[in-house]
């Protein structure tokens, strides 16, 4: 997207208002000097304590708009100056300026700064997530390529045997339903990026329509079904079917959401009683394509497609516990509307 340009005209620079307005206040009571004089029936010559009190006005009004000009147009130069820097420079040139002036300019620049950090790393984020999908995509393509090719080149003279030609075809199929996978993932993580719509879910919804896609695990609200969750229902949907998802393919066979709220958020547990999760593994279930499961067709997509689904609508997950008896995922959400 072409970013909006501001129309080019001309425009007053701040210290040039400064000086107009603080000249024009003081001209008042100048003027108020000269009507009086003006309608006095014998005016004479301004006495020098007039003049000494003028003079005296014009220093302190040129003063106060020095002081003014100093504390607001340098830091909002340098934050321009800043922010042209940072676009050439990146994350090294986010950093705080010299001086700010005044609390407004202050929290101004660190506004700013905040969001320059999350460009930053968004744009970091992009490039990283970019490669790796470049890296899942091409995997299953070249394995698809070297099949086809060697069905191709059998023939009469170096005939293929009907294993191994049912063997290559297999190999495509996989490899075709991983990038179906993947592309699925892909389009799941998109609507998770998107600008989230409003909406509510209730448990007891999210547990019928988990119970109809997951019908090998023994799915249950504990109780808790009429609680609200501050997600519209697709969003329910891709968060909820990820986790029950990932606990099957752990060999849970139970399932189990547990809700409750204090009014300032609500909190989600989902407990399974799945192989659990290793120690070593702990810190990058989150990572994006981290899998354990990649020769059973696992894309290390699904725990980052719920968290970003979830910060998407003001949530987030943590993993609370992970043992041989299963896991517990934890997920905060504002409360629902």
């Known amino acids: 997207m072409r970013p909006p340009r501001v129309k080019t005209k001309w425009r007053p620079p701040l210290y040039l208002i400064v ?8 001209t008042l009571p100048v003027l108020t000097v000269v009507w009086f004089r003006a ?12 003049i000494a009190t003028l003079a005296v006005v014009l220093i302190l009004t040129l003063t ?3 002081v003014l000009t100093r504390t607001l147009t340098v830091p909002i130069n340098a934050l321009i100056a800043r922010t042209d820097e940072i676009a050439r420079g990146g994350r090294a ?71 191994q030609r049912n063997r290559f075809l297999a190999n495509i199929i996989a490899d075709a339903e991983r ?41 249950s609200d504990d109780e808790c079904g009429e609680e609200r969750l501050a997600l519209p229902g697709e969003a329910a949907g891709i968060v909820f079917a990820n986790l029950a998802e990932n606990a099957f393919q752990n060999g849970a066979n139970s399932f189990v959401i547990d809700a409750s709220g204090d009014g300032r958020r609500m909190t989600v547990r989902i407990r399974d009683n799945g192989r659990g999760i290793a120690d070593g593994n702990r810190e990058r279930i989150f990572e994006p394509f981290f899998s354990t499961r990649r020769e059973d067709g696992g894309t290390g997509m699904g725990l980052g497609i719920v968290r970003a ?29």
Do not use: W
């Open 309 to 337: 689904m979830l910060a998407s609508h003001g949530g987030s997950i943590e993993l609370l516990d992970s043992s041989q008896d299963g896991t517990i995922f934890q997920i905060t959400l504002p409360p629902a509307s």
């Open 19 to 26: 000086y107009a307005v603080l000249l024009t206040v003081m």
């Open 64 to 66: 106060v708009a020095y």
């Open 93 to 163: 040139a986010i950093r705080p300026l010299d001086n700010y002036g005044t609390r407004e300019v202050a929290t101004l620049s660190q506004s700013f700064l905040d969001l320059a950090g999350k460009l930053v790393d968004h744009s970091d984020h992009v490039r990283t997530f970019a490669a790796h999908v470049s890296h899942e995509l091409k995997s299953p393509l070249t394995s698809i390529k070297g099949a086809a090719e060697l069905l191709r080149d059998d023939d009469e003279g170096n005939p293929m045997s009907q294993e």
């Open 179 to 219: 990038l179906d996978t993947l592309l699925s993932r892909l389009r799941d993580l998109a609507k998770a990026e998107l600008p989230s719509e409003q909406g509510a879910s209730s448990v007891g919804d999210i547990v019928v329509q988990l119970k109809k896609q997951f019908r090998q695990l023994a799915i």
């Open 39 to 50: 309608v006095r029936a014998a005016s004479g010559a301004m006495a020098p304590a007039e």
